[in-house]
């Protein structure tokens, strides 16, 4: 069972489209990221939910908006998409998210491309 | 603002060598510093994690050491084998959920 799966994993689309990337997580964690890896490798934390409530909310435009029904599920809707949305968005959890002891666990990534 | 460097940016070894990797951050302030792997198209793994209490950690052929004061960790890897080539990212940790990842080192060991 993957502990942190994410869909779809590729996402190729038109620019202005409005596009959704799920997450799911199995490990019973409180806290749930989306992060965004650029194209030089770096990544960096968009949003952090703890218990289906937003912690961190990273200077993103709110053309992205999370959404979680439950603290298993994450879910990153996307409107009017623009050729710098271009990335790959990587889902993750953690236990509670405040803890000396927290490993992060990552999804394998969605790939989008915006034509 | 938490800030975290990795240098080198890319590393090319023989088979068989030892090998280090440096991991560096501006605010000593964290709760862990975690080492990941990441393969090409794949998501993030994690190798190893260091409380911030802790000085060092192992698993297998890689240890991870840590100093807090001066912001500095480092991932020795021995004996590197070609399965090893790949990029490392590490990460830092703070209060209210906040992961600061490095730039990340891309290893490629030849055979």
């Known amino acids: 069972d993957t502990a942190v799966s994410q869909t779809p994993k590729y996402l190729v689309t038109q620019m202005g489209n409005d596009k959704s990337i799920k997450c799911e997580q199995n490990l019973g964690h409180d806290t749930m990221y989306w992060y965004k890896q650029d194209s030089k490798k770096f990544l960096k934390i968009m949003f952090s939910?703890?218990?289906?409530?937003?912690?961190i909310n990273e200077t993103v435009p709110n053309r992205f908006s999370p959404k979680s029904p439950d603290k298993a599920h994450l879910n990153l809707h996307i409107n009017s998409l623009e050729l710098g949305d271009s990335a790959v968005y990587f889902c993750a959890s953690s236990q509670s998210g405040d803890s000396s002891n927290e490993k992060l666990f990552f999804g394998s990534g969605t790939q989008l491309s915006v034509l | 603002k938490q800030e975290v460097t990795q240098i080198p940016a890319a590393l090319s070894v023989p088979e068989g060598e030892n090998l280090v990797l440096n991991c560096s951050f501006t605010?000593?302030?964290?709760?862990?510093l975690q080492w990941f792997r990441q393969d090409p198209g794949k998501g993030l793994t994690s190798l190893l994690l260091i409380q911030s209490s802790q000085r060092e950690q192992t698993s297998g052929r890689l240890n991870a050491s840590l100093d807090k004061s001066s912001g500095r960790s480092t991932l020795y890897i021995a004996a590197s084998q070609p399965g090893d080539s790949a990029t490392y990212l590490c990460a830092v940790s703070g209060t209210g959920n906040q992961f600061y990842f490095g730039t990340g080192t891309s290893l490629t060991v030849i055979p």
């Open positions: 605010d000593s302030a964290i709760y862990n």
């Open positions: 939910y703890n218990n289906k409530e937003l912690i």
